[in-house]
């Protein structure tokens, strides 16, 4: 895979991870880190393209809460299928009340606040300026320390899953499956 390549990837898949889809992070970071470690990428071009792609992909998220914000409050579909629903959000908004822009930094880190949180910010119109800036932060503080685990277990990882490529993708595929079936399950609630 050539390096542009390997840092679109990256971008994209910390998009959708952004948009609190569920999306293993930290695989991807052992991959990239994998690619650091052979000196394909380097490890700020892959943090950047990470964080870049995450604070793009919380975009999203804040636009489809600032529109859908009324549905969203009402407990739609939508929001059930991620795990917002009334109680969601009133939670979020007392975090906002509480702790403004350390909530949107916290959501980075803390994987069951962060559809109320980014969804919440964007229905509460938290300032846009705001919500990028501690996004940006929480993201690239978030992608130092992934993509640096990924970098320097990339050796161990490798050795322990050498001649077992089969299992790794089987292993990436139910960890995606199961999140998709645990959003869908906690939307049937």
């Known amino acids: ?25 930290e695989l991807i970071c052992v991959v990239s880190g994998h690619y650091i470690a052979l000196g394909l990428c380097s490890f700020w071009g892959s943090v950047l393209a990470a964080a870049t ?30 795990g917002v629903n009334r109680a969601a959000m009133e939670r979020a908004e007392g975090w906002f009340h509480r702790y403004g822009a350390l909530t949107t930094f916290s959501a980075r880190w803390v994987g069951f606040i962060r559809p ?4 919440g910010a964007g229905v509460m119109r938290v300032p846009i300026v705001t919500y990028v800036l501690a996004g940006a932060l929480g993201s690239l503080t978030y992608c130092v320390l992934w993509q640096y685990l990924g970098w320097r277990f990339a050796p161990w990882v490798r050795q322990a899953v050498q001649g077992h490529l089969g299992w790794g993708v089987l292993a990436l595929v139910g960890s995606i499956t199961l999140g998709i079936g645990t959003l869908r399950w906690l939307g049937r609630g």
Do not use: H, I, K, Q
């Open 53 to 82: 792609g995450n604070v793009a992909g919380g975009l999203l998220a804040y636009g489809a809460g600032y529109l859908a914000g009324d549905e969203l409050r009402a407990g739609s579909r939508v929001g059930r299928l991620l």
């Open 1 to 25: 895979m050539s390096v542009s390549l390997t840092y679109l990837a990256l971008f994209v898949g910390f998009a959708l991870e952004g948009t609190s889809l569920p999306v293993p992070a």
């Open 116 to 119: 109320a949180a980014l969804l």
